[in-house]
């Protein structure tokens, strides 16, 4: 096993600043095969993806978005790398939506009804639905005097995206050139990484950025809310101290409270850019010694000042506009499709996740049976087992890989989940100290670090040594 590639602090070519209010495309439909699986219906639905054209000459790259669980706009708003290289490879660029997310809905207003019209949504229908677009692509847009050479494809991914750019390549070698899999927690199931890692990142974020005394206050609070609102006049005062739409009427609503927090504690890692975005939410760059600016576990004299403190700071991520009226505990982001997600994480993608004293949050144990007990709740349906997605993409075997970057920044819980290690010459893995969740594959600012700089740089010169080997003659059919 060959060693990872750091990146920390070392000089490259930093890139020029591409200014813009909002990336354009034109927005396209293809109708693809609602089962790529069967033939036993010929049903399709409209898939929707994004073009850009404007760097595009005769024989350039295809760089394909694989999308994620949400509206494929978000992302291509928030992937600026790509359009950075594109002109230096006159590449295509294509944002491609995943089924049920956004538009892209098989069955419209139904599709999240029943699990009769949810069924088919899968990483792996999904995949199948990236195939059939590429090749559609290709017979768009190859030149048809050389109709010998297929265009070469590069994928490009952040997060869930990222695994869907590694297994596309790992899955159909001959869709794609290469992978960018950015960020990307493909080793994030069954007994494959420690399930209380992503927490531990998150909690070591907050004491390296916002101090020992922030985690102090988060790690003491739960105790506190748990006790405060183990009443009805407790529930009620703390709705109105934290501004939600909504009393608190029960105990599973304060259980539902306890989770929307620790998601904004893992999105405000997330997303800890050094400059001001709107991704998930509107924030200000390095969110969380913003938040932790506003929080001291020394400086409380009752709990109900930890309490005024801590929906305070909350604040930072709830209403940084101060254009929000009000909290839901409905949703952490409204662009994300996190209904679709959990229904993923019901049947394929199924991540044990706890929490242990180590940490800043409540201890909680993975116990599948109580897991499969909430995905049946909810959706109808129990996941057949926690082995499922190893069968399906391979476990931390990646023998059969190739031409694969996998991109990791340290501040990203995901991370935890990874590949940090290179497995070998052609599936590599970049550490990136400084980074976040998938920083190098945001627009180049001239707050990045330079380890992100320096990723880019590599992802780059590889993608040229791609293209050109493909070029050469590996390409032909």
């Known amino acids: 096993m060959i060693n990872c590639i750091v990146l920390p602090l070392v000089s490259y070519y930093f890139p020029s600043f591409l200014t813009h209010a909002e990336y354009t495309f034109e927005t396209r439909y293809i109708d693809v095969p609602l089962d790529h699986f069967s033939f036993i219906t010929n049903q399709t639905f409209a898939l929707k993806y994004l073009v850009n054209d404007s760097f595009f000459v005769d024989n350039g790259p295809i760089f394909f978005y694989t999308g994620n669980e949400g509206d494929i706009n978000m992302f291509a708003q ?71 050479t297929q265009l070469p494809v590069i994928a490009f991914g952040g997060s869930y995206g990222g695994m869907l750019a590694a297994w596309q390549k790992m899955k159909y070698p001959n869709s794609i050139l290469g992978a960018i899999a950015s960020s990307a927690p493909i080793w994030a199931f069954k007994n494959q990484n420690p399930c209380d890692s992503f927490y531990k990142i998150i909690t070591e974020d907050f004491k390296t950025l916002g101090g020992q005394n922030c985690v102090n206050a988060i790690n003491a609070s739960w105790v506190v809310l748990r006790e405060f609102t183990n009443n009805e006049t407790g529930k009620s005062e703390l709705a109105d101290m934290w501004n939600f739409c909504d009393d608190f009427e029960t105990d599973d609503d304060i259980d539902n409270l306890i989770e929307w927090l620790t998601e904004i504690y893992a999105a405000l890692a997330e997303t800890n850019y050094p400059y001001p975005t709107d991704f998930l939410v509107p924030l200000p760059g390095n969110p969380v010694k913003e938040f932790c600016s506003k929080i001291d576990a020394n400086e409380y004299a009752n709990d109900i000042e930890l309490l005024h403190a801590i929906g305070e700071a909350l604040q930072i991520y709830t209403n940084y506009t101060g254009t929000t009226e009000c909290n839901s505990l409905e949703s952490t982001s409204e662009q994300l499709g996190e209904e ?138």
């Open 340 to 477: 679709g997600w959990n229904f993923q994480a019901c049947t394929e993608m199924i991540m044990p996740m706890c929490s242990k004293d180590t940490d800043m949050f409540e201890n909680t144990e993975w116990e599948f049976d109580v897991y499969s007990d909430f995905c049946y709740k909810t959706f109808g349906v129990r996941p057949w087992n926690e082995d499922v997605p190893i069968l399906l993409y391979g476990d931390k075997d990646l023998s059969s890989a190739h031409n694969i970057i996998f991109t990791n920044g340290l501040l990203d819980p995901w991370s935890g989940y990874g590949v940090l290690t290179n497995y070998s010459s052609d599936v590599i893995a970049l550490i990136i100290e400084e980074g976040a969740h998938h920083s190098e594959l945001r627009a180049a600012h001239e707050n990045d670090p330079m380890s992100v700089i320096g990723a880019r740089a590599i992802i780059k010169d590889r993608i040229y040594n791609w293209i050109n080997e493909y070029n050469s003659g590996a390409g032909r059919k």
């Open 78 to 148: 928030n992937s600026g790398f790509i359009f950075d290289i594109a002109p230096d490879f006159k590449a295509l660029i294509v944002f491609a939506e995943h089924r049920y997310y956004g538009e892209s809905l098989p069955f419209g207003n139904l599709s999240y009804t029943s699990p009769e019209y949810l069924g088919y949504l899968s990483t792996m229908q999904a995949l199948a639905d990236y195939v059939y677009l590429i090749n559609n692509l290709q017979n768009t847009y190859q030149n048809s005097s050389d109709n010998l």
